[in-house]
């Protein structure tokens, strides 16, 4: 399975200790976790699990990815009377018994003790050795696991939202370029400039192109923004901008470029106007708020 290395060490020992004197009563907090390959059928499903429908074609697409390139994030599961119990990661369960496999990479919990699991990761996300995947599935395990904000984990973490937003779409990337970032065949500025891509393929040509030619990250930047560009031409011939102004037409492009997002400039009769910024998701609105802040920075 892929991304062995590093995860494996992610959360090897966290322990604390207190002893009452006045008794003797130890108490005695332990969270241990390794990553080892788990037979699929020792794994129960978690009873509480809220998401009950999964999409049967991203479950087969995903399981198609899996037997090419490997489970990229680890499930992570409770030791439970000689079996397990599913904590989290039941669509990369599904997918890997969809595609036959009899084992699965998971972390298991050899004790619950949610308030020592969130510190132990919360420790070993400021290691300096981690890569940006490993960060992003941290970060991703402190929201699923310890119910956790975005917010509340970015204040855990010391880390603006933004930044922690910005390594969780990392983990929207396709399973190859994942790997790639693992390896540090690409930088995290690759990769940031490869979330704002819609089409897969062309995330994946990208890619490719990267590491072929050695691409700067500027360099990404300007084919991200120009495979942008390209869409609101095609929409144009329904509705033509031959009304804007010259200075209207720079702004607009200088903002799309400069976001990374579509911005619309729309001129009043009056000589006012209106500047639109489409986002689609609220990720895409902390990209922006994060341009703005370091404008005003």
Known sequence: MALGRGLGALIEDASTDSTRSGNEETVKHVVKELVNEIDVEKIDINPYQPRTNFDETALKELSESILKLGVIQPITVRAINGRYQLISGERRLRAVKLAGLKTIPAFTRTADDQGMLEMALVENIQREDLNAIEV????????????????????????????????????????????????????????????????????????????????????????????????????????????????????????????????????????????????????ELDVILEKFIRIEE
């Open 136 to 283: 992003a599935i941290s970060y991703q395990r402190l929201i699923d696991e310890c119910s956790l904000t975005q917010e509340t984990l970015a204040d855990r973490v010391g880390k603006k939202r933004a930044t922690v937003t910005n390594y969780l779409r990392l983990l929207r990337l396709p399973a190859e370029i994942q790997i790639g970032i693992s390896e540090f065949k690409i930088s995290m500025g690759h990769a940031r400039a490869l979330v704002n891509v819609d089409d897969v393929k062309l995330q994946l040509d990208i890619y490719n192109k990267i590491i072929n030619e050695d691409l700067s990250v500027r360099r990404v930047e300007e084919l991200v923004r120009d495979s942008q560009n390209h869409k609101p031409q095609k929409e144009s011939k329904a509705k033509p901008s031959a009304n804007l102004a010259e200075s209207e037409v720079v702004l607009r492009e200088h903002l799309t470029n400069k976001l990374g997002l579509r911005a619309d400039v729309k001129p009043g009769g009056k000589g006012d106007g209106k500047i639109v910024i489409s986002y689609n998701n609220s990720e």
